[in-house]
């Protein structure tokens, strides 16, 4: 296994066993395939495939989120048996355009279905709040029976988990079906998904990134491959996908739901976290009601004992007990391109007319900083694991493994320097409270990242992302129901001074054509453990969108 020379051999070989999971009847000709060239919105293609009946189109439709669909089961208006056999072939679908998937087994997944409907018919209830329900895992989530990666390809290597981690035995307690895993990048540290499976790419612009680390995870969700997905975040892995595919997400504060093995084992200075990305707000309520609602914290030493408590607040921060929405416009160090300042005025001019709001500016403090740190505590030792683990097989270090990895403030540390650091860790988070107090904001509106979905290749700046990892904020993404236009988007002309090289460098990126159609997201951000404040105020925010009803599909 340590050997280099079993690179390219064990890529192809898991790669090979990955494609012919898909049945035969599910294949795309290579003419279809070629319909769609790179730059083209490819969410038609399970329509002009035929291989879909109506209702199977119409049961993976957007309008269909995972709520509605449990209610359906509830109902008998569907199977759970229909339901799964209709995501999967979509998914199947999905995967041969945007390769966003790593497993495939749709009949173990039916034979789950079907010994659901069975029990529903025999006994009228359900075993859980998401019978019959399916749900695609990312890949370095175990499921029993199936491997696990963390995009590296000597992963392929390693025998089948004996057993799923702690989220998704609470999912399938719940009555979740499971018919997929997806893909993510090299190492899981990129805000892209490219590994040795595949480059997965955007169904709304395949020249487009579909964000990371867990693009997979959206890309198969926005095409309609899935009505809920699962993926985890330690730098914005949840929110870029979710923003680049116009879905919803909430990032949680870390310690509030089960997760699995870390990305990196040890290095615990910065925590990822587990959570969905969904097509409603309200299956993301939905999601943490189950999570939380199974009392995690029992089973999970560490886990704070706080249940799930969607209730209005005793009162909002604002005058006459309205929500103070603090507007942060940019984070002082890259000020985003056009698309997204046009999303985020818009919305602010909407909840100004909004009795609900009360809007104020919100001051950026301290974010390159934050997220510098971030970045040199991801990777204590300087990035040597990583490249350990690339080095199992001899597979070659992708551009953006070798980008984050070899940031300014990576490099290896002591332990004496690594105390140090934590040290400085605690006492920003500190200023940062001190300084979000001071606001005397319920929440802060804010861009997701510096632009709409990146060009493949491109996202390089984590700083709207990792800086509410650091301060270990729960932070939400959701749809404006806008997207990216050349004719209102057009490119900045007018001289200023850059506030950063990669301000300049963002700035430059933005060519307006090339984001024609992309969905236009926003981030919603509050203190920790104050998840529910976020959902409260999105459900306000929520009454006003889309801000415009146009679709690109």
Same mark, same amino acid.
């Given at each position: ?8 051999? +064990? ?18 000709s ?8 790179p ?14 009946? %109506? ?21 008998? %208006?569907?199977?759970? +048996? ?32 079907s010994?659901?409907?069975?029990y ?17 895992i ?6 029993a029976?199936?491997?696990?990666s ?28 499971f ?20 480059q ?15 693009g997979?995870?959206s ?6 491959? =899935? ?15 979710a ?19 870390s990305l990196?084992e040890?290095?615990?200075?910065i ?9 409603s ?6 999601w ?6 199974s009392?995690?914290w ?26 103070r ?17 046009r ?46 683990r ?8 992708l ?23 934590? +040290? ?28 709409? =979905? ?14 509410w ?8 993404v ?5 997207y ?28 307006p ?37 146009s679709?690109?599909?």
């Amino acid at each position: 296994m340590d050997s280099p020379t079993i690179w390219p051999q +064990v890529a192809l070989d898991a790669i090979a066993e990955r494609e012919a999971r898909i049945p035969q009847a599910l294949r795309l000709s290579s003419e279809f395939i070629a319909k769609y060239p790179p730059g083209s919105d490819v969410r038609s293609a399970a329509k002009d495939a035929g291989l879909l009946t %109506e209702l199977e189109l119409q049961i993976t439709g957007p309008g269909s989120d995972a709520t509605s669909l449990l209610e359906r089961i509830k109902s008998k %208006e569907l199977t759970a +048996v229909q339901i799964v056999t209709a995501f999967g072939k979509r998914a199947a679908i999905a995967h041969q355009l945007l390769s966003c998937l790593t497993d495939f087994f749709l009949d173990e997944a039916v034979r789950r279905a079907s010994e659901l409907d069975e029990y529903y018919e025999k006994t009228g209830q359900f075993v859980g709040p998401l019978h019959g329900l399916p749900i695609d895992i990312k890949d370095h989530m175990d499921i029993a029976g199936h491997k696990s990666s963390l995009g590296y390809s000597a992963d392929a290597l390693n025998p089948p988990a004996p057993a799923h981690v702690r989220t998704v035995q609470v999912l399938y307690d719940a009555g979740a079906v499971f018919y997929c895993k997806t893909n993510m990048p090299q190492s899981g540290m990129h805000l892209e998904t490219q590994s040795f499976w595949g480059q997965v790419t955007n169904p709304y612009n395949t020249r487009l990134t579909a964000g990371g680390s867990s693009g997979g995870c959206s890309a198969l969700l926005a095409f309609g491959g =899935a009505p809920l997905s699962i993926g985890s975040d330690i730098g914005g892995s949840l929110r870029s996908p979710a923003a680049a595919c116009g879905l919803w997400t909430l990032k949680p504060t870390t310690l509030r739901v089960p997760r699995g093995p870390s990305l990196q084992e040890g290095a615990d200075s910065i925590v990822e976290t587990f959570g969905p990305i969904c097509r409603s707000l309200r299956d993301v309520n939905l999601w943490f009601s189950v999570v939380i609602g199974s009392k995690p914290w029992l089973d999970e030493h560490d886990l704070v004992p706080l249940p799930w408590r969607l209730s209005p607040p005793a009162s909002w921060s604002g005058a006459g007990g309205r929500i103070r929405i603090g507007v942060m416009r940019h984070d002082g160090v890259v000020l985003p391109q056009p698309p997204i300042r046009r999303a985020l005025q818009a919305l602010v001019d909407a909840l100004d007319k909004d009795p609900a709001f009360e809007v104020v500016e919100y001051a950026p403090f301290k974010h390159l900083e934050a997220s510098e740190l971030a970045h040199e505590l991801y990777f204590p030792d300087g990035g040597a694991r990583v490249r350990a683990r690339i080095a199992r097989s001899g597979e070659p270090v992708l551009p953006l493994t070798e980008w984050v990895i070899t940031r300014p403030t990576v490099k290896y540390h002591t332990l004496e320097e690594l105390w140090e650091l934590n +040290v400085r860790r605690e006492v920003l988070r500190a200023q940062y409270l001190a300084h979000y107090n001071s606001q005397n904001v319920d929440v802060i509106l804010c861009p997701v990242g510096p632009g709409p =979905a990146p060009s493949l290749g491109t996202a390089k700046y984590w700083g709207y992302t990792n800086v509410w990892n650091f301060v270990d904020y729960p932070a939400a993404v959701f749809p404006t129901g806008l997207y990216a236009d050349p004719a209102l988007d057009v490119k900045d002309t007018e001289t200023r001074a850059w506030m950063s090289e990669v301000d300049m460098e963002n700035a430059t990126l933005y060519e307006p054509d090339a984001f024609k159609g992309a969905p236009l997201c926003l981030q919603l951000v509050s203190r920790r453990f104050e998840e529910e404040i976020v959902v409260q105020a999105m459900q306000e925010i929520s009454r006003i969108l889309p801000l415009a009803n146009s679709d690109w599909k």
